[in-house]
């Protein structure tokens, strides 16, 4: 079955940039969508189709998606940005990542 | 705006049924596919299966022996009904809306409920 890698852990510091990255095989070809996922609450989705923000997700919230790696990044990184994030397709069924928990230093 | 609620029993007992319902308001079910969705403490996300309100199902193949998914679209309501569970079954289960373009599916979740904490002991 389809699996999808993520690295357990990224640390940035205020108003860095923070690069969390999903690695699957040819993941390029698929729609890859980013949940951001804070302590007691449910998982919101922050982008959807590789790069594509949903209303009220601020701009500093992006996504890339090529090869075997696919990337959301969070550009001027905010102590509010600290949650566990997940990557997500579909490949006959939906598949999550494992999560990525990040720190703001 | 459309919200999502789960409701459910709590407490399930080793080998019953686990039931949990998903309420839909500010919106009609009948207008969109909802998923369940489920994670243990402390661990990641494992999707259950999605339901259409059309009748389509969809199920993770790892649970598809397990699982039953309806809709009642007089309440607004969504079910999942998972069989002979055992304390692995222990997790908070979310049920979300499949966000759709013009119709169709882009298999993601833009609304989610708060989650039903479900735990499975004697």
């Known amino acids: 079955s389809y699996v999808l890698t993520q690295p357990p852990s990224v640390s940035v510091a205020p108003g860095q940039t923070a690069r969390i990255t999903c690695g699957g095989n040819?993941?390029?070809?698929?729609?890859v969508h980013w949940y951001q996922q804070k302590p007691g609450q449910a998982p919101v989705l922050v982008v959807y189709d590789d790069s594509d923000r949903p209303s009220g997700i601020p701009e500093r919230f992006s996504g890339s998606n090529s090869g075997n790696t696919t990337t959301l990044t969070i550009s001027r990184v905010e102590a509010g940005d600290e949650a566990d994030y997940y990557c997500?397709?579909?490949?006959?069924?939906?598949?999550f990542g494992g999560g990525t928990k990040l720190t703001v230093l | 705006q459309v919200q999502l609620q789960e409701s459910g029993p709590g407490l399930v007992k080793p080998s019953e049924t686990l039931s949990i319902t998903c309420t839909v308001s500010g919106g009609s079910i009948s207008s969109y596919c909802c998923n369940w969705i489920r994670q243990p403490a402390g661990k990641g996300l494992e999707w259950i299966g999605r339901m259409c309100s059309s009748g389509s199902t969809k199920y993770n193949p790892y649970l598809k022996s397990r699982v039953t998914m309806s809709v009642d679209t007089s309440k607004n309501q969504l079910s999942l009904n998972l069989r002979s569970v055992t304390a692995a079954d222990t997790a908070v289960y979310y049920c979300?809306?499949?966000?759709?373009?013009?119709?169709?599916?882009?298999?993601?979740?833009?609304?989610w409920g708060p989650g039903a904490v479900v735990t499975v002991s004697s």
């Open positions: 040819n993941i390029g070809s698929k729609s």
């Open positions: 979300a809306r499949e966000l759709t373009w013009f119709g169709d599916l882009l298999g993601a979740f833009d609304i």
């Open positions: 997500q397709v579909w490949d006959s069924k939906v598949v």
